[in-house]
């Protein structure tokens, strides 16, 4: 995905070393290839190539990698704005 | 529907890995958006070839469209599928709304009765379901291991062969040219209901001046306006789904602005318009379209963040409104300027 970068220094994704035991589930279900096991500790590589897709927190046994879940799908926030501001449900062209 | 396989749990119909006609065609109308919330398949196990109880497990949603693209890649394979019941909803997106999940999985698993069909206990999931599906979760819930296969049912023969190992690139998303251009079809269709209004309203706009109503203005302007709209809508629908990653600058309603600008320069010079503020306005209009659709289009990708959709959105979201808003103004008062 080296063709495809998006905005740099706003993921939230969080990797707390001393918390990881190394098992790598993290690594394996990361779509964006960030994550790498070194020295039996999970290892963040490209912080800003994180989607926050949350699969490696959801996958995590420990909760030493987190991340605030979501889609990046500008339609879907406007849903949840209007949401807010009238109230009523509205239809996001989302999935 | 290829007949059936006898298990233990019973028979298990047996499907083909060529789609047909129908197939195509029920293809062609989800990725235009026609039937894409209604288009499922029962959930429960099905098979492609001829497995027996050691033959792997193919776990995946019930989206008709994502079953086919999983059957068609399996010719010449004998797997079971467990289709899990995801209301109709491919797997990436069914996990992040929590449909594909390990209770899920856990429960399509024993209505299926597997562990009397299978006589290993692992399950292969797509590897785009991890967002929903806890992996040790699926383990303590119904016995079966998760392996987390390829992104890209289209990596599965190969994965399977090599011993259900992906290399780096079957576990990497990519966006290529034509994924991007099946998009084009669904995001237009989803316009139609904002643009039968949108015209209407432009052209009756585009009547009023200093006559109070003249229906040649009506026409001339109206035309204007109009073009000035589908070239803004194909800027930020077409073109920038097309060349995004030829496009400069990371945010989307950028890529759309730029594009949106060219396409507006274009409908500014091309039917006769008076003075400079018709071309303004014209300009702004079709640049304020095209980056209000090329920032929806984040969502149609794989690699946007929400952190990230959210901060462009903040920046972006009052300027288009206020381009909108020129653009609406310049126009209405031309006619009174000249």
Not at chain 2, 68 to 95: E, F, K, P, S, Y
Not at chain 2, 241 to 252: I, Y
Not at chain 2, 292 to 306: I, K, V
């Amino acid at each position: 995905m080296k063709d495809f970068r998006y905005l740099n220094g706003v993921t939230s994704l969080a990797l707390n070393g001393d918390a990881c035991v190394g098992c790598g589930a993290c690594v394996d279900v990361c779509p964006h290839r960030i994550l790498e096991l070194r020295e039996r500790k999970a290892a963040i590589l490209d912080r800003d190539a994180c989607m926050e897709c949350g699969a490696c927190a959801v996958n995590c046994p420990v909760q030493a990698v987190t991340v605030t879940p979501g889609v990046g799908c500008a339609s879907y926030l406007i849903a949840v704005w209007l949401h807010r501001l009238t109230g009523r449900k509205t239809e996001s062209a989302c999935c | 529907m290829d007949g059936f396989v006898e298990t233990d749990a019973g028979p298990v119909p047996r499907v083909r890995t060529r789609l047909l006609p129908s197939d195509l065609m029920g293809t062609a109308l989800a990725r235009l958006g026609a039937i894409r919330s209604r288009y499922k398949v029962v959930p429960g196990l099905y098979c492609v070839g001829d497995p027996t109880p050691g033959s792997p497990v193919l776990v995946t949603a019930n989206y008709k469209l994502t079953f086919d693209a999983l059957r068609r890649q399996l010719a010449g394979v004998d797997a079971w599928l467990l289709v899990a019941d995801t209301r109709g909803i491919n797997v990436w997106c069914a996990a992040g709304k929590g449909l594909f999940s390990a209770p899920e999985i856990a429960h399509a698993a024993h209505s299926a009765r597997l562990h009397q069909v299978v006589s290993h206990r692992e399950l292969i999931l797509p590897q785009l379901g991890a967002t929903g599906v806890a992996a040790r979760e699926v383990a303590k819930a119904c016995g079966f291991t998760v392996v987390w296969g390829p992104v890209r049912a289209e990596d599965l023969p190969a994965f399977l062969d090599n011993g259900m190992h992906a290399d780096r690139a079957m576990r990497m998303v990519t966006f290529p040219l034509g994924e991007r251009a099946a998009l084009i079809p669904v995001e237009l269709f989803l316009l139609r209901k904002s643009l039968a209004w949108i015209f209407p309203a432009l052209f009756l706009l585009s009547g009023f001046g200093p006559d109070v109503f003249s229906l040649s203005a009506l026409w001339r302007r109206g035309g204007a306006a109009g073009l000035a709209s589908l070239l803004g809508v194909l800027a930020g629908s077409v073109a920038v789904p097309l060349l995004l990653n030829r496009l400069p600058w990371r945010q989307f309603w950028l890529k759309g602005a730029l594009t949106g600008a060219l396409a507006g320069l274009f409908a500014a010079w091309l039917p006769p318009l008076r003075g400079w503020l018709e071309p303004t306005a014209i300009l702004l209009w079709s640049t304020a379209i095209s980056s209000w659709l090329a920032m929806n289009f984040t969502g149609s990708t794989p690699f946007t963040s929400p952190s990230g959709v959210e901060a462009e959105m903040r920046r972006a979201i009052p300027l288009q409104a206020l381009a909108g808003l020129a653009a609406l103004t310049l126009w209405l008062a031309a006619p009174f300027i000249h």
